[in-house]
């Protein structure tokens, strides 16, 4: 079975940064992987995915957000840069192995496996 471990979580003043990694304990590295978080009361957004065949964005943090994928290192990370208060939620990372294109590939509900999620706080 695919087990997705994130860790970077934590908190952060506006305008700080932050690095999230998240480890495939046990998976494939060919497996499409993403980046989503959940705000309190709200649904899980995709925030970043690795895309087919480039990486996705969500409008909200395109310019201050990158992810990015080690093969040899089985990681996926997302690096946060000038962090806003509307930022704050839980970080889940997700693999898939169904690779979409477009505005698909921000979609939850196409991701199967979803490691435990990590807080992101800004204030």
């Known amino acids: 079975d695919v087990q997705l471990v994130e860790s970077g979580g934590g908190s952060v003043e506006v305008g700080g940064s932050l690095s999230l990694s998240c480890v495939v304990v046990?998976?494939?590295?060919?497996?499409?992987m993403g980046w989503f978080r959940q705000a309190p009361g709200k649904g899980r957004e995709g925030v970043a995915v690795e895309g087919n065949p480039t990486p996705k964005y969500a409008d909200s943090v395109k310019d201050r957000f990158t992810i990015a994928k080690d093969k040899t290192k089985n990681t996926l990370s997302l690096q946060m840069s000038n962090l806003k208060p509307d930022d704050t939620a839980t970080y889940y990372c997700?693999?898939?192995?169904?690779?979409?294109?477009?505005?698909?590939?921000?979609?939850?509900?196409?991701?199967?496996?979803w490691g435990q999620g990590t807080q992101v706080t800004v204030s």
């Open positions: 046990s998976g494939y590295p060919d497996m499409c």
């Open positions: 997700a693999a898939t192995w169904a690779c979409y294109s477009g505005a698909q590939a921000l979609r939850s509900d196409g991701y199967s496996y």
